[in-house]
DNA sequence: AGCACGCCGACT
DNA sequence: GTCGGCGTGCTC
């Protein structure tokens, strides 16, 4: 059981609030707390405190009750509906540190998104002003009818203050069935389908919905319309928020159930490797253990697409009586209504992307990570929502709140799964059909395509099997290696693949560089080049050569789904089903110069044969490679033995944290800012790399500095203090993105 | 001396 | 984020 939640009521007068200004030059500040709201102010609370004479909006994060001698201004008002639970207040200051993200922006990820923070609430009108005392006005109006000064002095005088709203709700489109003839649709199956699914809605249904459960586009639905079948009308929108549906469907649940109990029961960090297609399953018994507790679940998923895939399948998988809603950022503004109903406790089961991470739940029992390795776990730095992987927050807020979390994939990374974390795990479910794999060695050949490539290619066409195969991904830093003998280019003082830079070969740990050269070391062959194969070339080589029109899927792309032969990034392939997957370049993935390649290759090659019904075909040069073998068999134990003691000498995490600075701005100015400011107050024990050149992509050059140290907290220190002296040269100064422990560098 | 402008630091 | 202080440099 978890613990009891610690009073969450501040008794001291003085409290600290972080406001919402994101910037690191604004620490948290302490007020007084006024008697009259005493009882509204705790941890979390959303409140108005004056900064420089104006109203601002801010969290309370703790008493402060040694606040020194202070001329302290008063908390001047309480904002209901916004509050953070006194957890995720705790979360986000740990996730502030971690990240060097000012706390300020942490906390807004943690508030509904698409919070309108341009209304204010009339306090006392002035005589003659067209507003009642209590309304909700927009900042744009009150400055058009009251002059910028007006509006300023406003707010000084205490006549209007901030007062966020959740966003208004929209309208969607809903179809309802007409009464009347039904018309012939016996010729036209999309939209007998859209006709048969209508049926179970007498009240109508909204459009998306609709469509998506009949797999059917909106061609078909206006032709309804033209028929006078149906009807469209607008209605307000109503909250995703959905009644759950299972009926004695339990016995799907109960290979899984014990396990999830464990993990509700017990509480702690859990890995449970368990293939993609049980997902729903593992989670949907972690959900029903949590509510038969009264206890919400958080379930987080890369993607919105795997989000509204795991609601589906729990509205039909949990048993009737409990409510689940998605959460990602093309819901838009009926995320308010998700994040109400999540806050107060009345909905079960929660499933969003990382914008869902931080969101407060009443009762929070248990958190699962899906699909836990995968990147779309973590925003870019610079972009919206915190650069932090979803599981390491996770992990944390399972800690704060008491609450079990569950890391669910195949093959979990390995800076969660290393033993020093003592991360529990459950009995692994092995992969219910494993094919059968051929492997080609192609040393000594030059060939792209070995010969028994290219018969499986045309057995698989002939015998009308559908057959993937895995491209690498495209624009990744690529290395250099020996068409020959198969020996990459490695850094002399690392023992590390090199990435090419230009005509450069740079370590991406030491930042020593070299120039190409086109001989190799080991061998004396001259025929050394870039690794990679990428997906366009070889789509179009592959149907030169087979004659066959083959097809491309990639996130950009989607082109000949139809075909027998399709081309994809390892994404697509993985998610598709096929009687043959071929990896052309196993090497490649192998070979990457990055931390976390060989990992990634790993979860490829591994992925590759789970998607593929009869046979895995890979094409390598290097076919005793530990992960090769390792990932063919499926053995993801024996992965982890060997490539943990390689991070840990390598100085990867989870062993020694990373901090990835990219500066942007004229080379003098970096220079000074990382030579003279950074190094000197670089705390014992954190390490830097020399200043590299960077691929630039604006008008200003990149530059990037590693800081290293086994300290998280230490690296991240190091990252907030270079932000913060960045951050005062102001516009003219350099700019800085502070990237603490990247999944990549 | 008097004023515009920009940089810097304080704000609790 | 917003302001005021202060230095610089230019003008009356």
Avoid at 658 to 676: D, I, K, N, Q
Wanted: aromatic letters at 6%.
């Amino acid at each position: 059981m978890p613990p009891l939640p610690r009073s969450a009521f501040v008794t001291s007068r003085v409290v600290r609030v972080c406001l919402l200004i994101s910037t690191h030059a604004i620490p948290p500040l302490s007020y007084c707390v006024p008697d009259h709201l005493t009882e509204n102010v705790r941890v979390g609370s959303a409140v108005v405190a004056p900064l420089s004479g104006y109203p601002r909006l801010g969290i309370v994060i703790s008493p402060d009750d040694d606040a020194g001698e202070y001329d302290l201004e008063d908390v001047k008002n309480v904002v209901g509906d916004l509050s953070l639970s006194q957890e995720v207040v705790e979360v986000c200051c740990w996730a502030s540190e971690a990240t060097a993200v000012p706390l300020a922006a942490v906390l807004r990820s943690a508030l509904p998104p698409g919070l309108r923070m341009d209304r204010y609430r009339m306090l006392s009108p002035s005589p003659g002003w067209p507003w009642e005392r209590g309304e909700i006005v927009a900042r744009a109006t009150l400055r058009k009818l009251l002059g910028e000064a007006g509006f300023k002095m406003a707010e000084r005088t205490g006549r209007v203050e901030p007062s966020p709203a959740l966003p208004e709700r929209g309208t969607t489109e809903w179809v309802v069935l007409k009464d009347g003839e039904k018309p012939d649709l016996r010729r036209a199956p999309r939209q007998r389908a859209l006709m048969t699914a209508l049926e179970r809605y007498p009240d109508g249904c909204p459009v998306w919905s609709l469509l998506s459960e009949a797999g059917a586009k909106r061609a078909a639905l206006r032709q309804l319309v033209r028929r006078a079948a149906v009807r469209l009308e607008k209605r307000p929108e109503s909250a995703p928020i959905f009644e759950t549906l299972g009926e004695g469907r339990g016995a799907e649940l109960r290979p899984f159930s014990r396990s999830a109990g464990r993990v509700v029961d017990l509480g702690g960090t859990w890995v449970w490797r368990t293939p993609a297609a049980e997902w729903s399953r593992a989670v949907a018994a972690v959900a029903l253990a949590a509510s038969e507790g009264e206890e919400q679940t958080l379930v987080l998923a890369p993607e919105r697409k795997a989000v509204e895939g795991l609601v589906r399948d729990l509205r039909w998988l949990l048993p009737s009586g409990l409510s689940v809603a998605p959460y990602h950022g093309a819901l838009r503004r009926s995320r308010g209504s998700v994040f109400e109903a999540a806050r107060e406790g009345s909905l079960d089961v929660l499933v969003g992307t990382r914008t869902a991470a931080l969101l407060p739940l009443a009762r929070l029992g248990a958190v699962c990570v899906v699909d836990e390795p995968n990147d779309a776990h973590r925003a870019e730095p610079g972009f919206e929502g915190v650069p932090i992987h979803v599981r390491d927050l996770a992990l944390r807020r399972g800690e704060v709140e008491g609450a079990g979390v569950l890391c669910l994939s195949p093959f979990p990374s390995l800076r969660l799964y290393a033993p020093e974390n003592r991360i529990r795990e459950l009995p692994a479910r092995a992969p219910g059909n494993w094919p059968a794999i051929r492997v080609v060695d192609m040393r000594g050949t030059g060939a792209t395509f070995s010969s028994a490539l290219l018969d499986e290619c045309r057995r698989g066409v002939s015998t009308g099997g559908r057959v993937g195969v895995v491209a690498n991904r495209l624009g990744h830093a690529t290395t250099v290696y020996c068409k020959g003998c198969g020996a990459q280019r490695t850094c002399p003082r690392c023992d590390l693949p090199l990435a090419v830079h230009g005509d450069q070969l740079v370590c991406g740990r030491c930042s020593y560089g070299m120039r190409t050269s086109g001989r190799c070391d080991e061998c004396g062959s001259e025929r050394v080049d870039f690794v990679g194969l990428t997906a366009e070339r070889a789509r179009t080589d592959l149907a030169r050569i087979l004659g066959e029109p083959v097809g491309l899927l990639t996130a950009n792309v989607r082109e000949g789904e139809e075909c027998r032969v399709i081309v994809g990034t390892p994404r697509f392939i993985h998610d598709g089903e096929w009687e043959i997957v071929i990896v052309p370049d196993a090497d490649s993935l192998l070979l990457g110069s990055g931390m976390g390649s060989v990992e990634r290759a790993f979860r490829v090659l591994h992925g590759a044969a789970g998607s593929a019904r009869k046979r895995l075909l890979v094409q390598t040069r290097m076919p005793d490679h530990y992960a090769l073998r390792a990932a063919l068999r499926g053995d993801y134990p024996a992965f982890a033995t060997a490539e943990l003691p390689r991070l840990r000498s390598a100085g990867y995490p989870p062993y020694a944290h990373l901090a990835a600075l990219t500066f942007e701005g004229p080379e003098e100015s970096v220079r000074r800012a990382v030579e003279s400011d950074l190094l000197p107050a670089l705390e014992a024990g954190v390490e830097a790399s020399e200043l590299t050149p960077f691929a630039a992509s604006g008008a200003d050059p990149v530059w990037r500095v590693l800081l290293r140290s086994a300290d998280r907290s230490a690296v991240s220190r190091a990252g907030a203090f270079a932000a913060r002296q960045v951050a005062k040269l102001g516009k003219s100064g350099p700019r800085v993105r502070v990237d603490v422990d990247p999944e990549e560098v």
